[in-house]
């Protein structure tokens, strides 16, 4: 879980108000979906910044996480730099130190 400080907070939204960033969060039920909204927002956006988080069966990434090719990204992170996903845009995988 990414938390932000008052601070970072108020910078933050501060871009999200001017329109410079835009904050998305979607529901989805299966890997099938995640896979679709990933491409419906690579159409749109150009930065996508991703947690990565402990491995395990997680029924929003199955099929996804069948054919990884870097698990150091992640599954959703591996899903959007993947040769195969025509995206122009950057990703930023961000993991927990423990």
Known sequence: ???????SHTCF???VTSGKVRFVE???????????????????YSMFIVGKGRRGD????TGIS??????????????LA???????GSVLVVQQHR
């Open 1 to 7: 879980m990414f938390l932000l400080t008052s601070k």
């Open 13 to 15: 939204y501060r871009y």
């Open 26 to 44: 979607k529901y989805v039920h299966n890997g099938a979906e995640t896979g679709m909204v990933l491409r419906e927002m690579a159409e749109t």
């Open 58 to 61: 997680c029924l929003l990434t």
């Open 66 to 79: 069948e054919w990884e090719e870097c698990p150091e990204l992640g599954v959703v992170g591996d899903f």
């Open 82 to 88: 993947s040769s195969e996903f025509d995206i122009s």
